[in-house]
Structure formats: C-alpha cells, structure tokens
T-cell receptor, first 114, second 109 residues
C-alpha cells in the first residue's frame, strides 16, 4: 500500500543550525502539507503546497521556514536557524484531492534542538 | 476560527466494551472530518474520513458519525481489544486540518 515516507526519523541539532526534513509523498498525490506536534500538544498546521507554490501557511511558518519540491518525488521543509522551541515532531502529509481528499501522514521526523 | 475539542481526554476500559469517543467543532463549514489513530511516538494513521454530505462511515469495528449542524462527530469502537490502545484524534477540514487534543484510550485484558 502506498505510503508517505519521512527522513530522518530523529534529528538532534544545535540552536542556530539549519535543518532539512525530507518527505516522499504518495506518488500520484498533488497536495502536500507539513504539520508539527510539540510534545503533549495538538497537531498544528504549518503549510500547504500545490503546483510548486505555497497555498497557505500558518502564523508559525515564519521567514525561518521554507518548503521546496526539488524534484518529482521529494518535498522538503527547511528551518534556517533553529530555536529551542522548534523541537517537535514534524509530519508530512499528502492528498490527491483539494479540500475533500483524505490526508495521509508519514511517521514523522522528531527534531530536538539543544 | 475553527476549534476542535475531544472528550474524554482519557479512557480506560476492560476488553470487550463498546466505546464512544466524542469530537466537537465550532465551524460547521467543514469539507470533511477525519479520525486518526496515533501510537506513542508514531505517526498518524487515518481511520475514517466522513465527507460533509455524509452522516456516517464504517470500517470493521469502527463507526464514525457526523452531525454538521450541531458540530459533532463520534467514533464508536465495538468490542474493544488491547490492540486498540492508542490516542485517537479527530480533525475538521476547512481548507486545512484542525486537530483536537485527542482521547487517550487504554484497553486492558
């Protein structure tokens, strides 16, 4: 069964360092998302992406964050200069339909900023 | 702004019981509502998707209902098993998923 895959599963970094989290969405999906979950808190929307551009972003998704689809299969989230409060589980999701489609999530990338 | 609430926050039951998990949302203009399962430290597994035009969806021992007018959805789990132990999340889709805080379920033998 097709699935969303994410790498790395866990990354530890020093504050101020750049981090890139990678995702391979389901192959025929067109809509891509990043969410995050701080330990013990709700899953929060970060950004949606379609047709090589951002469709919507939340207040969390400030200038330190960027997303890219560098080729036909990968979808990346970059944090330019990590802060302690960026420590969270980051989930990638994809969907074949806008708005009415089911979202399929990856296993997540746990980011720990020291 | 969409707010999603889930009650109870935690539930512990003996194996075999039938359960109801509740989800309420403030903005009824949702496209759909999705229920997920999350095991500790793991990703989100989609369980059921109910479109705004539907009243319920079933998958195996799971049945989810949706009442848009009252802003409520329920997840019914029949004949619970220890393997059902996990956190269950609901999420309303306006143009992005807004998640509730989840119900942590423990089913003991």
């Amino acid at each position: 069964e097709p699935e969303v895959t994410q790498t790395p599963s866990h990354q530890v970094t020093q504050m101020g360092q750049e981090v890139i989290l990678r995702c391979v969405p389901i192959s025929n999906h067109l809509y891509f998302y990043w969410y995050r979950q701080i330990l013990g808190q709700k899953v929060e929307f970060l950004v949606s992406f379609y047709n090589n551009e951002i469709s919507e972003k939340s207040e969390i998704f400030d200038d330190q964050f960027s997303v890219e689809r560098p080729d036909g299969s990968n979808f990346t989230l970059k944090i330019r200069s990590t802060k302690l409060e960026d420590s969270a589980m980051y989930f990638c999701a994809s969907s074949s339909l806008l708005n009415t489609g089911e979202l399929f999530f990856g296993e997540g990338s746990r980011l720990t900023v020291l | 702004k969409q707010e999603v609430t889930q009650i109870p926050a935690a539930l512990s039951v003996p194996e075999g019981e039938n359960l109801v998990l509740n989800c309420s949302f403030t903005d009824s203009a949702i496209y759909n509502l999705q229920w997920f399962r999350q095991d500790p430290g793991k990703g989100l597994t989609s369980l059921l998707l109910i479109q705004s035009s539907q009243r319920e969806q079933t998958s195996g021992r799971l049945n989810a209902s949706l009442d848009k007018s009252s802003g409520r959805s329920t997840l019914y789990i029949a004949a619970s098993q220890p393997g059902d132990s996990a956190t269950y999340l609901c999420a309303g889709n306006t143009d992005k998923l807004i998640f509730g805080t989840g119900t942590r379920l423990q089913v003991f033998p």
